[in-house]
């Protein structure tokens, strides 16, 4: 029973690429959510996805980065024009419904992509 | 708003000796879940342990157990006979129920331990 998968693990780009970190939820979860962690800092929240829906995205830059998760395929976090300070660690976690006891209100994270901006 | 202090950066402990991190957090919700998860060098994060605020009982996991104090929003950690592979960053996670459909996890800053050989 594979966890949850992130790919690219490692990723570098150039100022004003695009970055594209994609994650594939836990058999079974249908909700995702995304993570950044800057360097020597803790996690914060960007955004919550469900399929084909964005349930809270209140810890999104509003400007260059968007995410998605299709009927089809895995939840991708998108970054336009990247600059030197989205330079971080990137993760993905998901879970079934939350608030059921199905559950357990736990989230479980992938291994985190790193993406360099040089 | 949530939010979650973790007041001790690093620490460090001797192989075999027993360890406490701290974690307090601030909260008007009464219903809601409390995590410390582990992130060591490989920065994969693991989830140690889980407490719900509702139950008065501790969590325990084999030699991780908790000191969750609801009326003075304290969650401590620890960890006992601790272990080289026991160094890593932990981190305390908040996560509160809702009935509007949204959660998301608030996490402190983390405490970077270091088991002694």
């Known amino acids: 029973n594979a966890g949850v998968m992130q790919n690219p693990r490692h990723l570098v780009r150039r100022r004003g690429q695009e970055a594209r970190l994609r994650c594939s939820p836990m058999k079974g979860h249908s909700h995702v959510y995304w993570y950044r962690q800057l360097p020597e800092e803790g996690l914060k929240f960007m955004v919550y996805l469900q399929k084909e829906n964005i349930i809270d995205e209140s810890g999104m830059p509003k400007e260059r980065f968007s995410a998605e998760f299709p009927k089809e395929g895995p939840s991708i976090l998108r970054i336009q024009q990247v600059v030197r300070g989205d330079s971080a660690a990137y993760f993905c976690?998901?879970?079934?419904?939350?608030?059921?006891?199905?559950?357990?209100?736990?989230?479980?994270f992938g291994e985190g992509s790193w993406l360099t901006v040089v | 708003a949530q939010t979650v202090t973790q007041s001790q950066p690093e620490m460090s402990v001797q192989e075999a000796e027993t360890v406490t991190l701290s974690c307090t957090y601030d909260?008007?919700?009464?219903?809601?879940?409390l995590f410390w998860y582990k992130q060591p060098p490989s920065r994969q994060m693991i989830l140690v342990i889980r407490q719900e605020a509702y139950k008065q009982q501790n969590a325990t996991e084999n030699r991780f157990s908790v000191n969750f104090q609801k009326a003075a929003k304290s969650f401590s950690l620890k960890i006992s006979d601790s272990q080289l592979g026991d160094t890593a960053m932990y981190f305390c996670a908040f996560m509160r129920t809702s009935t509007s459909g949204t959660y998301k996890y608030i996490f402190g800053t983390g405490t970077r331990l270091k088991v002694l050989a």
């Open positions: 909260t008007s919700e009464n219903n809601y879940y």
């Open positions: 976690a998901s879970s079934p419904l939350l608030g059921t006891s199905l559950s357990g209100n736990t989230i479980y």
